[in-house]
């Protein structure tokens, strides 16, 4: 085979794997929700079926707090899996040194019940994971 052909063959597989992960969700049905534009600190919650909601739209500075309600560990961090580079100055190798504050990334695990704080000071449409399953995301609008 070519290698464009290959090319073409990879990428039809990944968005139908990516395609089948929003669909299927661990196989849950439950809806995830749409909002606004937020003013003032926003939740995501964080569960076995993903983020709820999947998409905001806030405001520049707003403070957004993940929630695991889920029963296992989940990780939210910046695309792209896995550095974790999309967010502006964001990159999983920060995580453990003095600018881990300052990165679009939780740099571990978080057990249920637990939550992880972080605030959105670039304009721009950041698309976000859980580092430990990276098949489930969302999407972070700062307006």
């Known amino acids: 085979m070519n290698n464009k052909l290959i090319l073409i063959l990879l990428g039809a597989a990944l968005v139908g794997f990516g395609a089948w992960a929003i669909i299927n969700k661990d196989g849950s049905q439950e809806e995830m929700q749409s909002q606004e534009i937020i003013e003032g600190d926003m939740v995501v919650e964080m569960s076995d079926a993903g983020f709820n909601p999947e998409e905001i739209t806030i405001s520049r500075g707003t403070t957004v707090t993940f ?3 889920g029963t296992s560990q989940h990780w939210p961090a910046s695309n792209i899996h896995p550095t974790h580079r999309v967010y502006p ?3 999983i190798e920060k995580c453990g040194t003095p600018e881990e504050t300052n990165i679009f990334d939780a740099c571990k695990p978080l057990a249920p019940g637990t939550s992880w704080s972080f605030t959105f000071d670039e304009v721009g449409r950041w698309v ?6 990276s098949g489930l995301g969302g999407v ?4």
């Open 67 to 69: 929630n695991n309600v």
């Open 89 to 91: 100055g964001s990159d």
């Open 128 to 133: 976000y994971h859980d580092h430990l399953r």
């Open 140 to 143: 972070i609008t700062v307006e």
